[in-house]
């Protein structure tokens, strides 16, 4: 008992000194300020985060438009089909080094008029409609009906490179729209200009405005198409042998070539089948 007595009068005598409380309190205080400035740390860290990764945009110069960009460079041009092997080329592009049977078959008959065929004519096989894609990504810069082509959507590219895509139907872009690799724009349709190939798609590759063979370049890497030296595509040619000078395409009336059938003894003949 004389020991419990000692232990709390010690204890007591411990407490009466001036310094304990003060002591206590300010040992209270600093760990509470200890608990606060932790807290507070961690909750600007997660704050940061997010503006780590946009100060990282910014010093690197990459933004989501920089990508896309750089996406369409490394794309190789695709069919616009869903599934190439589904299709067939019905009429495919005049090519003025042809030989004359080639050039023939790359006529599209107009009446009394031949046309020269400037881009290719996609069917399917069995002869029905079919989603109408992409080739590439690009942004949407017109979509118009015309009377002679049907309606049509232009799809342009960087570096003066634009496809462009006639006879369709049910169209599901509109100008300005960016759209990707791949994306329907549209399903395949029928147009006054070409009435024998019933539905169908006519697909234009171009490059500042001249025709390019889109053949040549399915599969093959965008900068192949930048790469396309237009003094190298002799359009004198392709004007010599279809007789008149191409149409320009801002008029919003035929993108192909045309000459009098009855008029120039030299055109080929063709019968309908």
Request: charged share 30%.
């Amino acid at each position: 008992m004389r020991e419990e007595e000692k232990k709390r009068s010690s204890l007591k005598n411990f407490f009466r000194k001036r310094w304990v409380f003060p002591a206590i309190y300010l040992a209270s205080a600093a760990l509470l300020i200890s608990v606060i400035f932790w807290y507070q740390t961690a909750g600007q860290n997660t704050a940061e985060k997010p503006n780590l990764t946009e100060d990282s945009k910014e010093l690197t110069g990459m933004n989501n438009d920089t990508v896309i960009e750089v996406n369409q460079s490394l794309e190789n041009v695709s069919v616009p089909v869903k599934d190439e092997n589904e299709v067939e080329y019905i009429k495919r592009f005049f090519d003025a080094n042809a030989s004359p049977d080639e050039q023939e078959a790359a006529l599209i008959v107009d009446g009394n008029k031949y046309r020269t065929n400037m881009g290719i004519d996609i069917a399917m096989k069995d002869g029905s409609e079919f989603d109408v894609t992409a080739a590439l990504s690009g942004k949407v810069t017109a979509v118009r009906n015309d009377s002679l082509l049907g309606n049509v959507v232009e799809v342009e590219h960087e570096n003066g490179v634009k496809t462009i895509y006639q006879s369709v139907q049910d169209l599901q872009v509109k100008s300005g729209d960016a759209v990707k690799q791949g994306q329907v724009l549209a399903t395949s349709g029928t147009s006054q200009l070409n009435k024998e190939a019933k539905n169908h798609l006519h697909f234009e590759i171009r490059k500042d405005n001249t025709a390019l063979n889109p053949i040549d370049f399915f599969g093959q890497p965008f900068t192949a198409l930048e790469d396309v030296d237009n003094e190298e595509v002799d359009t004198d040619k392709q004007e010599e042998a279809a007789g008149e000078t191409e149409q320009n395409p801002a008029e919003g009336d035929s993108q192909t070539q045309e000459t009098d059938a009855e008029e120039d003894p030299q055109s080929p003949k063709m019968t309908d089948e």
